[in-house]
């Protein structure tokens, strides 16, 4: 008698992967943004913030309020601890991008898959081997692209080991999130993840005496464009499909981020992408294949 074929893995929902695809269409124009954009870095990360608050608040309110008031103890504690880790990735990453080169900061910031898997093995949770391999692939993909330009002023230094804090930085924060977005819905979720971001970076600015306006129209007017982009549709969709998903694939997704970024300067700063970038897509590509079927064998 034949034995009974091993039931076929889950299919990854294709409607997430869509908003997948958007979120991160919407992280790439990150970078570019801040370069581009004549503010302190800390005040754009804390603007960009108080914004996305003032944009969900409302709807939160009045949609999800009894959710907003039911929220348990601890998801409401796990919420606001990854939205003070997103603050720390903000208030790592964004200065970094001013004191090492664009791309320095941009590979070592993506560690957050390699990031995510170890944290998640140091809590017990054992990724599968495929799993591993799809992300060095992956992040082999960004130094393609990249290239290793770290240079050895101390200026520079000090911002590359920012940019790779900013990177642990994310990973504690998608893991947190993928935790909470068990039992809460994404926008009680966003919500309170990004009040706490703005609280926490606002005490940041004030210590470090960071100035919070004075800037032309068209200052308010990028900082307005970042948060849709980078953070409702960038931050918020990840938020939205890492329950289904999970923080493997999404944090691996986020990788297109690096050669995402040179699209958009090419299209918009007229910058042609470097050859390399057409065979650092094929590899992240083929590392984030290799990690979602890793997930889905498990």
Request: charged share 10%.
């Amino acid at each position: 008698m034949a034995e009974p074929a091993p039931p076929a893995s889950p299919a990854l929902p294709r409607f997430d992967l869509v908003l997948l695809a958007v979120s991160v269409a919407g992280i790439s124009l990150s970078a570019p943004l801040i370069s581009a954009t004549a503010a302190p870095a800390l005040a754009i990360a804390l603007w960009r913030n108080v914004m996305s608050v003032g944009v969900l608040g409302p709807y939160a309110l009045l949609r999800h309020r009894a959710e907003l008031r039911g929220i348990g103890r601890r998801a409401l504690l796990l919420a606001m601890a990854a939205g003070a880790l997103l603050a720390v990735h903000f208030a790592l990453w964004m200065p970094s991008l001013r004191m090492t080169s664009v791309a320095s900061a941009t590979a070592l910031v993506t560690t957050t898959p390699l990031w995510t898997i170890l944290l998640m093995r140091l809590f017990g949770r054992r990724a599968p081997r495929l799993v591993w391999i799809g992300m060095c692939v992956a992040f082999s993909g960004v130094l393609v692209l990249t290239g290793v330009d770290l240079s050895l002023s101390s200026r520079a230094l000090l911002g590359d080991g920012l940019a790779l804090g900013a990177g642990l930085a994310a990973a504690g924060y998608m893991l947190l999130g993928s935790e909470v977005r068990r039992t809460v819905s994404t926008t009680a979720y966003t919500l309170v993840c990004y009040t706490t971001t703005a609280v926490v970076l606002l005490g940041i600015c004030l210590a470090t005496g960071t100035s919070l306006a004075g800037w032309s129209a068209g200052v308010w007017w990028q900082i307005a464009l970042l948060m849709v982009a980078a953070q409702l549709l960038g931050h918020s969709l990840s938020n939205r499909v890492i329950r289904t998903l999970g923080p493997s694939i999404t944090s691996t997704a986020i990788l297109l981020e690096t050669p995402g970024a040179a699209l958009i300067a090419a299209v918009w700063l007229g910058q042609l992408p470097p050859v390399a970038a057409y065979p650092a897509v094929g590899l992240i590509l083929l590392g984030l294949v290799l990690v979602a079927r890793g997930g889905r064998s498990r």
